[in-house]
């Protein structure tokens, strides 16, 4: 992945120069005129796909590729993303429960080398005592069609994800936490062997101007996830070469 690592130090040194409008709020979908001349490799689309049945309610949108091109890379892209999406879908089903699922996407950067991407929704099993927040994201190398995870691009090890207690910033949460939810929270979330396996099991992150916003879970009772912001710079000791 030494490509993809080259990539991330040109982006950096850039200081993430390439125009682009609104790293959009996780709940708010970016519309394509906002980053219109970005790219010029492809064009993006929406595909929605919509299911109604006794036992199923699911209703999605989610990106594909078009004008790529390499055709075998922008169908490998394309794969990529339908199975990212399904795949969330069937962990969340059961043949004998019932459950209404909604997915949106943001597009969180975007240029011709690399496409990050959050998808952000609900899931509701009537059979369940309470709906859940869904929140995933998937990072793409557009010049090998190839998903990109943090293990690629970072050294995690005990020193990153001490760096990381002491420098990420909370960003984010589906439900508005006071001052102390929030110290609670990190000191729930903020240990070795729990974001140990955050960041090498689930690669939940994508990219901003300024740094990698990490998606970690929670407990329902304080909003199934939370974001966090770590700077570029911080992190610049800990790239994979």
């Avoid at 790293?23 to 906002?34: N, V």
């Avoid at 943090?150 to 990420?168: E, H, S, Y």
């Avoid at 439900?175 to 110290?183: G, R, V």
Wanted: charged share 20%.
């Amino acid at each position: 992945m030494k490509k993809i690592c080259f990539s991330l130090l040109l982006l950096l040194s850039l200081a993430f120069s390439t125009t682009q409008n609104s790293f959009a709020e996780s709940a708010k979908k970016t519309e394509l005129s906002e980053i219109k001349g970005v790219i010029s490799d492809y064009t993006i689309v929406t595909n929605n796909y919509n299911k109604n049945s006794d036992k199923r309610k699911i209703k999605l949108s989610f990106p594909q590729i078009k004008d790529l091109k390499d055709k075998s890379i922008q169908n490998k892209i394309n794969k990529l993303i339908k199975n990212t999406v399904f795949d969330d879908i069937e962990s969340n089903l059961d043949p004998e429960y019932h459950i209404d699922y909604y997915a949106d996407y943001t597009i969180q950067w975007i240029s011709n080398k690399v496409l990050s991407l959050s998808f952000y929704g609900n899931s509701d099993i009537k059979e369940a005592p309470h709906p859940n927040n869904v929140f995933y994201t998937l990072n793409i190398d557009m010049t090998t069609g190839k998903q990109i995870t943090l293990t690629n691009l970072i050294n995690v090890n005990n020193n990153f994800i001490t760096l990381f207690i002491n420098k990420a910033k909370f960003l984010a949460n589906p439900l508005s936490l006071d001052s102390e939810q929030l110290a609670n929270l990190k000191n729930n979330l903020f240990n070795i062997e729990h974001l140990q396996y955050y960041f090498t099991k689930t690669s939940d992150f994508y990219f901003t101007s300024t740094g990698l916003v990490f998606s970690i879970g929670t407990d329902h009772s304080i909003g199934d996830y939370s974001l966090f912001l770590l700077n570029y710079s911080d992190m610049s000791n800990y790239l994979n070469q």
